[in-house]
C-alpha cells in the first residue's frame, strides 16, 4: 500500500509544482519539466493529461506534430479548461510530418519509401474514404495527402498518371505492402514499382523542383484535436493553426471526425483559429461512433440513428451547445463544419469559410460549407462563406427546427443547390438580413415552414416536391419527438413566409407556385428581371430597375455596389417582421421566436442598424438615402458604410 501511496504523490508533484490553473507548452520545452513559463513542457498531449476544470494551457510559438486527445473537459461554463495559443505568437498544430527521402523516378516524378511502422496503427496509405451517401466517381480515395510548401497535391486515379508529365495539379500515388491496388492498374507496372516488404512507397509530381530542397510533408494521423471518446465537455479551442488532416467521410449515421472533433460533447468553444486542409472536414460537432455507422443508407436508417440517439442522451442537457466563432476554415473536401445531433443548440458566428469541397474527387451527399442534421436551435450567423462546390454554402438537413440563418454573406458557391438549401424541414426556420449573391442557385427549398425576410436574393430559387420520406419534427426548443410527417404523394411543400426581400435578377419566385400548402408574402420588391409568385398580394414591381449588384474585395475586406430608390418606403408601407406576423410553422405547430422562447423581432439590418419600425426598408439594409452604394459587408465593423450621392 505504501508503494502505491507513493506512485501517485510522485504523478501529482509536477501538477502541484505549477503555478495554479496555468500550463505552458513550448517546443525548447520537456514533459519532465514543470510546465512553467520558463520550464514549459513539450506537448500538448502531456499538458491535457494533466489539465483539471478551471485550468488554461498556453502553447508558445512554433510546430506540433501531434495529435491531442483532451482526456477530460470541464465542468460548466465557468469552469472550463482552456486551450490557447499564446497572445500574438502562430502555433501550428498538425497531423503531417515531414518527408525528406524522395528520389527520382521520371519526368516530375519522385518517390520515397516510409516503414509502415511508421504509421503506427493509422495508415492513411491504405485507409479507403468511404461510407454512408459516399460517391467514389468510380475510383479510389486515400485519407492521405502529399503537401508541397503548405499546398496538397492531388491524389491520382491511376498509377500511370502519376508517371507522366506533370499537368496543372501535380499527383501523387501511394502503394502500401500487402493491401492490393485496383485491378485496373497495369500488371507490369505494379510489379516493377511495388513497395518493399512492410513498406509504403508513395510516388508524386514536383515539377520543377527537388522535394528534398522543400518542405514536403505527408498525412500521418486521422485528426489533431479529438477526444477518443465523448463526453468531454465545456472545453475552449483558441488561437491555433490546425492543419492536415486525414479525417474520414462523416455521413450523418456515423460518428463524426474533423481535424476538430467536439465528440457527443457540451459546452466547446472554438474560436478564432485557422483549420485547413482536411481530407474530409474541419470542424466536426457530431454524433458518436456505434455499430451502426455507415450501415444505415436510408431515410428509415437515420430514423433509427434518431432513435438510438436520443436513448444514448440527446439533449439539451448533455450534448451541444456549442459556440464556433472568428474562425477561418478552408480546403476542407467534405465540410467546412459538420454536425449530426451533436451540433444541436450552437452558435456558429463569424466565420470565413471558402474553398470547400472545390477539388470534387469525389462526391456524394453531404458536401457543404455547413452541413447539419439536428440543427435544433442553432444560429447560424455573420458568416462569411464562398467558394463552395456541390453541393451548397449552408446545407441544414433535417430537424433544424427553430434555426436561425441571418445576416451571412454567401458568394460564388457553384454547388446545384446554391447559397443555402433547406431539405426536409418544417420550421419554424428564420433566414433573415443574408445577402445571397451567388449566381447559379441562392436558395433551394424541399422544406415546409421557412420564413425568408429582409434578404437580399440574386440568384434563381428552386422549390422540390416529390419527396415522400417520413420526417421527425419535435417538441418547441427541444430534442423530444412530437412526431413523424409523411406525405403518401409527395412532398406538401409550401407554408413558407416572405416578406420585406429584395429580389435581383436572376432571382424569380414563380418556383413557390407549384407548393401545395399556402405561402404568405408581403413588402418585397422585384427589380428587372424577376418576377413574384402567386402568393404576393402586393407585390412592387420594378421591371426597369436595375440595381447592377457587384461584390469585389479591396485590400481591407469586400464591398458590394449596387444602386437603391429611396422612394420604395414611399410606394409601399412594410410591417415590422415579427413573431406575431410570421404566425406558426404548421407542421409542428410552432412559433417563430428566439431559441429562449421570447418574442422575434428584426429591428435590425445587416450591418447592425436599427431598423424603422414603421416602415423598415425592403432588403438586408436600413437604407437612410437611397442612390449609389458602396458598403463594406466584410468584415462588419462600425466604418463599414460608405454610401454615394443619388442615381
Known amino acids: 500500500m505504501k508503494k502505491c501511496s507513493v506512485i501517485s504523490m510522485s504523478l501529482l508533484v509536477p501538477a502541484l509544482a505549477v503555478q495554479a490553473g496555468t500550463f505552458h507548452v513550448a517546443p525548447n520545452g520537456r514533459d519532465s519539466n514543470r510546465g512553467t513559463e520558463d520550464a514549459p513542457f513539450r506537448t500538448i498531449q502531456h499538458a491535457a493529461d494533466l489539465a483539471q476544470p478551471g485550468d488554461i494551457i498556453t502553447v508558445h510559438e512554433g510546430i506540433y506534430r501531434e495529435r491531442v486527445n483532451p482526456p477530460r473537459g470541464g465542468t460548466s461554463e465557468d469552469n472550463r479548461i482552456t486551450y490557447q495559443a499564446a497572445p500574438g505568437e502562430k502555433v501550428v498544430v498538425t497531423g503531417s510530418e515531414m518527408q525528406k527521402s524522395w528520389e527520382r523516378v521520371t519526368n516530375d516524378t519522385w518517390r520515397t519509401t516510409i516503414p509502415n511502422s511508421f504509421f503506427g496503427k493509422f495508415n492513411p496509405y491504405c485507409d479507403l474514404i468511404h461510407g454512408d451517401w459516399f460517391g467514389a466517381n468510380g475510383r479510389r480515395h486515400h485519407t492521405g495527402a ?322 415522400t420520406r417520413a420526417t421527425p419534427y419535435h417538441r418547441a426548443h427541444s430534442t423530444q419527438l412530437a412526431g413523424m410527417h409523411q406525405d403518401a404523394a409527395a412532398n406538401d411543400s409550401g407554408d413558407h413566409r416572405l416578406y420585406n426581400n429584395l429580389f435581383v435578377a436572376p432571382c424569380s419566385l414563380h418556383a ?35 440595381p447592377g449588384v457587384k461584390l469585389s474585395q479591396r485590400a481591407d475586406g469586400w464591398y458590394l455596389d449596387f444602386t437603391l430608390d429611396p422612394s420604395w418606403n414611399a410606394e409601399q408601407v412594410r410591417k415590422l417582421v415579427t413573431t406575431e406576423l410570421l404566425g406558426k410553422a404548421r407542421v409542428p405547430g410552432c412559433a417563430f421566436e428566439n431559441a429562449d422562447g421570447s418574442p422575434l423581432r428584426i429591428d435590425t439590418d445587416y450591418l447592425g442598424r436599427k431598423r424603422n419600425e414603421q416602415n423598415p426598408f425592403p432588403g438586408p439594409f436600413e437604407v437612410v438615402r437611397g442612390g449609389h452604394q458602396i458598403l463594406k459587408v466584410w468584415p462588419v465593423g462600425s466604418t463599414a458604410i460608405s454610401t454615394g450621392s443619388g442615381q
Open 146 to 467: 502529399v503537401y508541397l510548401d503548405g499546398d496538397w497535391l492531388t491524389e491520382a486515379a491511376h498509377f500511370e498518371n502519376v508517371l507522366a508529365p506533370a499537368g496543372r495539379s501535380p499527383l501523387w500515388f501511394a502503394m502500401v505492402d500487402g493491401v492490393p491496388v485496383e485491378a485496373a492498374e497495369p500488371e507490369y507496372l505494379v510489379k516493377r514499382f511495388k513497395p518493399a516488404a512492410n513498406s509504403t512507397l508513395i510516388y508524386a509530381q514536383f515539377p520543377g523542383v527537388n522535394p528534398n530542397d522543400k518542405d514536403v510533408e505527408i498525412n500521418v494521423r486521422q485528426t489533431v484535436f479529438t477526444p477518443e471518446k465523448g463526453g468531454v465537455h465545456y472545453l475552449t479551442l483558441r488561437g491555433f493553426d490546425l492543419r492536415n488532416g486525414a479525417t474520414p467521410w462523416a455521413p450523418p449515421t456515423a460518428g463524426q471526425i474533423g481535424i476538430v472533433s467536439a465528440y457527443w460533447c457540451k459546452g466547446w468553444i472554438i474560436e478564432d483559429n485557422q483549420i485547413s486542409y482536411s481530407t474530409c472536414c474541419g470542424i466536426a460537432l457530431g454524433k458518436y461512433s456505434d455499430e451502426w455507422d455507415n450501415r444505415a443508407e436510408s431515410a428509415e436508417g437515420y430514423v433509427g440513428t434518431l432513435t438510438r440517439a436520443l436513448t444514448n442522451g440527446w439533449n439539451r442537457a448533455t450534448v451541444g451547445g456549442h459556440i464556433v466563432r472568428n474562425n477561418h476554415i478552408h480546403h476542407c473536401e467534405q465540410t467546412g463544419v459538420v454536425g449530426s445531433l451533436g451540433c444541436s443548440f450552437s452558435t456558429v458566428t463569424g466565420n470565413v469559410i471558402h474553398d470547400i469541397h472545390i477539388r470534387q474527387l469525389f462526391g456524394g451527399a453531404e458536401m457543404a460549407g455547413i452541413k447539419f442534421h439536428g440543427a435544433i436551435d442553432v444560429e447560424i450567423s455573420r458568416n462569411h462563406i464562398y467558394r463552395c462546390g456541390d453541393v451548397s454554402g449552408i446545407w441544414l438537413d433535417w430537424m433544424a427546427q427553430g434555426a436561425h440563418v441571418t445576416g451571412n454573406l454567401l458568394h460564388d458557391n457553384t454547388g446545384g443547390l446554391g447559397d443555402i438549401f433547406l431539405e426536409m424541414q418544417h420550421g419554424p426556420i428564420l433566414v433573415a438580413n443574408n445577402l445571397l449573391l451567388s449566381k447559379r442557385m441562392s436558395f433551394a427549398l424541399n422544406s415546409q415552414g421557412i420564413a425568408a425576410v429582409h434578404n437580399l436574393i440574386t440568384g434563381p430559387i428552386q422549390n422540390m416536391r416529390s419527396d
Open 512 to 546: 413557390l407556385d407549384n407548393s401545395s400548402l399556402p405561402c404568405f408574402a408581403g413588402g418585397n420588391v422585384f427589380t428587372k428581371g424577376t418576377q413574384p409568385s402567386k402568393f404576393e398580394a402586393d407585390a412592387l414591381l420594378k421591371p426597369d430597375f436595375d
